[in-house]
């Protein structure tokens, strides 16, 4: 949706109810009945990324995607870092504080471990730049920012973070552009 926020696109965004996704015409769209799904007048596109790499490319204006095709794969690096190094360890810290999975303080402990991992890499990387490729926001950002903004708002304390001053200055700034809010 901040994709499309950047690229002027209207996404409707309907209502789920439990067991929408069992549907014979919800598994046409999505094989293993999963959210979300984007219907597009060429067809349905499935899982997150997929969609998300959909909307950040509509526009080549936006640079959402990156200036050349260089700076893309590179977005598409970053994209691929938070799918397999932050959103796992960042769901397993945070989901129990919403109810979503049981606690296991063993996982718990091993989440802020291999999140600070990342957070670390993350941290070295942008020592020296605003935004994670080029010189605006693209995909990259957009994924990031938002698979921190629960870890960060709801179990990252101030202390866990500290170490982190670049992400956090570069956290800010981007949660601050209109399109993210």
């Not at 349905?44 to 990324?49: D, V």
């Not at 598409?76 to 960042?90: N, Q, R």
């Not at 698979?147 to 973070?161: E, G, S």
Request: with cysteine.
């Amino acid at each position: 949706l901040i994709a499309a926020e950047y690229n002027g696109m209207q996404i409707a965004v309907p209502e789920y109810k439990a067991g929408d996704n069992k549907s014979p015409a919800f598994l046409a769209k999505s094989p293993l009945g999963r959210v979300p799904v984007l219907d597009t007048p060429q067809g349905a596109i499935f899982e997150s990324n997929a969609i998300a790499r959909y909307v950040a490319g509509s526009s080549r204006t936006s640079g959402l995607m990156g200036a050349t095709y260089f700076d893309s794969a590179k977005v598409d690096s970053w994209v691929d870092f938070c799918t397999h190094e932050m959103e796992l360890p960042a769901s397993v810290w945070f989901y129990p504080a919403f109810g979503f999975m049981d606690a296991n303080a063993g996982a718990i402990a091993k989440a802020k471990v291999d999140l600070a991992k990342s957070l670390a890499v993350l941290d070295a990387h942008l020592a020296d730049k605003t935004y994670l490729v080029g010189e605006g926001v693209t995909l990259a950002d957009i994924a990031i920012v938002s698979a921190l903004v629960y870890p960060f708002k709801f179990v990252a304390d101030a202390a866990y973070r500290k170490p982190f001053a670049n992400v956090m200055r570069w956290f800010d700034t981007c949660v601050h552009q209109p399109q993210f809010q």
